[in-house]
């Protein structure tokens, strides 16, 4: 498993933005490049939906409340995710989760222990 460390959720009014990011910084490079990465979160009461995903090779995925609002990149030689996220609703407050795991296996096997997005209206 990979150790995730996630930072950036707050406190934002509706219309606001903020920046996730997600780092594995006990990953060697080389095996970081293999991963894919995704953005989960979990609402009060909800089950947890996928957000967001990118490959090694940046070919990225939105879930479908997200597109055009959210936006979700990398950077390899810091070994980090980073999810930019604009126009935020209250039906965004969540706490948000990162994952990963080797393209190759087609699953994630690694979460971050989340940080808390909230919106208000």
């Known amino acids: 498993q990979v150790h995730l460390v996630e930072s950036g959720g707050g406190l934002v009014q509706a219309g606001g933005s903020l920046r996730l990011s997600c780092r594995a910084p006990?990953?060697?490079?080389?095996?970081?490049?293999?991963?894919?990465v995704g953005w989960y979160r979990q609402a009060p009461g909800k089950q947890r939906e996928f957000v967001a995903t990118?490959?090694?090779?940046?070919?990225?995925n939105y879930a479908d409340p997200v597109k055009g609002r959210f936006t979700i990149s990398r950077d390899n030689s810091r070994k980090t995710v980073w999810l930019q996220m604009y126009g935020l609703e209250p039906e965004d407050t969540a706490v948000y989760y990162c994952?990963?795991?080797?393209?190759?296996?087609?699953?994630?096997?690694?979460w971050g222990q989340g940080t808390q997005v909230t919106v208000s209206s």
């Open positions: 006990r990953m060697i490079f080389s095996e970081y490049t293999t991963y894919t």
């Open positions: 990118i490959t090694s090779g940046g070919r990225t």
């Open positions: 994952a990963a795991g080797r393209e190759a296996s087609g699953q994630y096997d690694s």
